[in-house]
């Protein structure tokens, strides 16, 4: 083992200064000083000078926005929606929301009356406004080299294609269609072409296995699958052909028949080494350009559902959570203006995959809908170095930056030479999205990344909610690393107690919403009443969130976690996000996560489990400096009674850590992890229970 004293300063220097000599910042006009609430690392509010196009340059200037959308939704939102081509108006009472069950069916319903198309908006209507020539996808292939740029003209004519395609087999208006893809321009190409023609996408993430795709294909009663021969990740090939064959037998196992399934040939998987089913299969390559390049639009009701996108709960089977056409059109654009300060041209880049809903919003609607240029990456962060963002954001000269914590850790645990051999003077915002981010990863983004010269946006927000909820805007007020700081327009959040209590000014609790934005999830596919249960039913009257959260005495919220996650030690609660960020404040340790188990003094125990940089060894020195770590900086109550060292953390391929797995390890009921599948890494698993009690 080193040296503690090796260990402890690893921090870069830079860090050092802002975290120690950043002065406490006024916040508010009434003066608070903030800090953030994620403990673990002392985070003050950080100063980025930065001017917004979009105005908003104050907290002032927010507030006065903010308050008029609280006071006034309806014509607040109607307001920013007419930059937009709607076919028929909406009425002028066109909005309402029901969150109180015992009031009858919970729903909300934007732009009441009107009639529109988001394909119409994305697209044609920057070619009418004399922008059709003008790149919007920037696409960068997994190998150095292959890259493709489309104009909107471009992707206008690819997207009628595919829609004629769709159209000839029988797809229209409220049928669905399952999308099975690799990141190429065709994926958001066939998103774009089902909404053209009215028709729902239910995008599957590339890296789900057959199982789970037979299992929403069949919930979805998609006729109709879009796939590729393979996909590139790193040196990696994906089957994906492959692994739809299997889905769509699954799915005729379980009652369900899969009619047609378009193709893609992709250079991993050339044409030769597909299975083919004759009469089911297309290649998109044969198929697609003997279509129509026109295509008339299919106007639908502002509430006409545009998508669904599964998601994975606490209990039961993932659900398709469903948004409509209207509201989500105007959040998913307005969030990505403000919030990105993005205009007409900006070269912008969210790294999200488009089988999650950060790349549904802000990847393929958002900016499209904004007439921006984004980049859209078929590779991995770290291949063939880790170098390759930055090299990206040098080609392109990448203006707007958005990811999750996990890269930015992943990132920072290499060689920062990594990150300065590129020139990263185009980038003016950062966006971090998906779990809370701890200060220390927060700085060395700010600082080495941004050069300490671009505000970080990190936003909160989820799959039900559409769109970025709670979020900082550029240049309005000051960042506070670990903090997604105040609510967007149009968003009321609620601190509640256990018993749904609201709890007024410097709080900490539920984080609960009550009152609608346009992009509030309408309903789960197929069940309403699960819909009602799953978010309406824990606090009645508010959106519950599932997740805890804290607000200062200015307004600030700061996410603490998932409240199925919130462990409860001798009463007092701990986030787990706190103690994590505690234990990655420690110079040795890069990653770690935190689960609650049954302990029979304290109620609840904190076992840890911790990634250790390379080059360190697992030691009880470090196992008790750790501890201690933990200690100064959240209190005794928190330091966590179990380190089990760990190779790696179980994560879902967007980033998230499955604590499930392990809840359960550390009770060695190493029988009962359930499906490891969808695990970016499933051999994880072993290595970490190899480990247990070392
Ligand atoms: C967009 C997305 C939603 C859950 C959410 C919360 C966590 C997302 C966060 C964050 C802290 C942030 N989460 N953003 N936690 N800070 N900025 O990730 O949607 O995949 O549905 O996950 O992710 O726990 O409830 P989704």
Redesign the pocket.
């Known amino acids: 083992a080193k040296a503690l004293s090796q260990l402890r300063p690893r921090q870069p220097p830079i860090l050092r200064r802002h975290v120690v000599r950043a002065a406490p910042i006024h916040v508010s006009s009434v003066g608070a000083r903030a800090t953030s609430a994620v403990q673990g690392e002392v985070a003050r509010a950080v100063p980025v000078e930065y001017h917004a196009r979009t105005g908003i340059n104050s907290r002032a200037d927010y507030e006065t926005l903010y308050n008029r959308s609280i006071q006034d939704p309806a014509g607040f939102w109607a307001d920013l929606a007419r930059q937009f081509h709607w076919e028929k108006p909406w009425r002028k009472d066109h909005m309402s929301f029901n969150f109180d069950r015992r009031k009858g069916q919970v729903s909300t319903t934007f732009f009441d009356g009107a009639r529109t198309n988001i394909c119409y908006n994305a697209v044609d209507r920057h070619i009418e406004q004399g922008r059709g020539s003008q790149p919007c996808f920037l696409w960068e292939g997994n190998d150095i080299g292959e890259d493709r740029v489309m104009t909107f003209s471009d992707v206008r004519d690819e997207v009628s294609r595919v829609a004629n395609w769709l159209k000839s087999v029988g797809i229209g208006k409220g049928d669905s269609v399952a999308i099975y893809m690799p990141m190429v321009c065709e994926l958001p190409i066939a998103m774009l072409a089902c909404a053209r023609i009215g028709a729902v996408h239910s995008v599957v993430f590339g890296g789900f296995s057959a199982e789970s795709l037979s299992q929403r294909i069949a919930d979805a009663k998609s006729k109709v699958v879009i796939t590729a021969s393979g996909g590139a990740r790193a040196k990696k090939v994906v089957p994906l052909k492959q692994i739809a064959d299997k889905a769509v037998q699954l799915a005729a196992g379980s009652g369900f028949q899969v009619e047609n399934v378009l193709v893609y040939e992709h250079k991993s998987v050339p044409k030769g080494e597909c299975a083919w089913t004759e009469g089911r299969d297309t290649w998109y390559q044969d198929a697609i350009p003997q279509q129509d390049r026109h295509c008339p639009v299919e106007w639908v009701d502002s509430e006409h559902p545009l998508f669904l996108l599964y998601?994975s709960g606490s209990t039961g089977n993932p659900k398709g959570v469903v948004h409509s056409t209207g509201g989500y059109m105007v959040s998913a654009a307005t969030t990505t203006r403000y919030i990105f300060d993005l205009q007409p041209g900006d070269v912008y880049w969210c790294t999200a995959d488009c089988g999650?809903?950060?790349g549904h919003s802000y990847l393929a609607y958002g900016p499209l809908l904004c007439g921006a240029q984004s980049v859209i990456f078929e590779g991995v962060p770290n291949y063939p170095t880790p170098a390759r963002c930055w090299q990206v954001v040098e080609k392109y000269k990448v203006r707007q930056f958005y990811t999750a914590?996990t890269l930015v850790r992943s990132l920072e645990a290499q060689d920062n030479k990594f990150v300065t051999q590129h020139d990263r003077s185009s980038l003016r915002i950062l966006g971090?999205?998906?779990?809370?981010?701890n200060p220390r990863a927060w700085m060395w983004f700010f600082e080495t990344v941004g050069e300490g010269r671009c505000p970080i946006v990190?936003?909160?927000?989820?799959?039900?909610?559409g769109a970025?909820m709670?979020?900082p805007l550029p240049g309005a007020w000051p960042c506070l690393p670990g903090s997604?700081t105040l609510p967007f327009f149009g968003v009321l959040p609620v601190i509640l107690d256990d018993k749904g209590k609201e709890l007024d000014g410097e709080a900490e609790g539920i984080l609960g919403m009550k009152q609608a934005w346009p992009s509030t999830i309408r309903t789960v596919k197929g069940d309403h009443k699960r819909f009602e249960e799953t978010y309406f039913s824990a606090f009645p009257g508010y959106y519950f969130?599932?997740?805890g959260c804290k607000r200062s005495a200015d307004g600030q919220y700061t996410?603490t976690?998932?409240v199925d996650d919130v462990i409860n030690v001798s009463g007092h609660r701990v986030g787990t996000?706190e103690v994590e960020a505690a234990l990655a404040s420690h110079g040795a340790c890069i990653e770690a996560a935190v689960v609650g188990f049954d302990h029979d003094i304290k109620g609840q125990g904190i076992y840890a489990y911790v990634t250790l940089h390379d080059g360190n060894d697992f030691s009880e020195d470090i196992r008790k400096d750790l501890v201690k770590t933990v200690r100064e900086q959240i209190g005794a109550f928190a330091a966590p009674d179990v380190i089990h060292w760990a190779p790696g953390l179980p994560k879902t391929r967007?980033g998230?850590i499955m604590r499930r797995i392990l809840r359960k390890i550390a009770v060695k009921k190493d029988d009962e992890l359930g499906d490891t599948s969808t695990l970016a890494d499933p051999g994880i698993v072993q290595g970490i229970i190899e480990l247990r009690g070392k």
Do not use: H, L, Y
């Open positions: 998601t999650w809903i950060t914590p971090t999205v998906g779990e809370p981010i990190d936003t909160w927000w989820q799959t039900e909610t970025a709670i979020t997604a969130t599932g997740d996410i976690g998932r996000a967007s998230k």
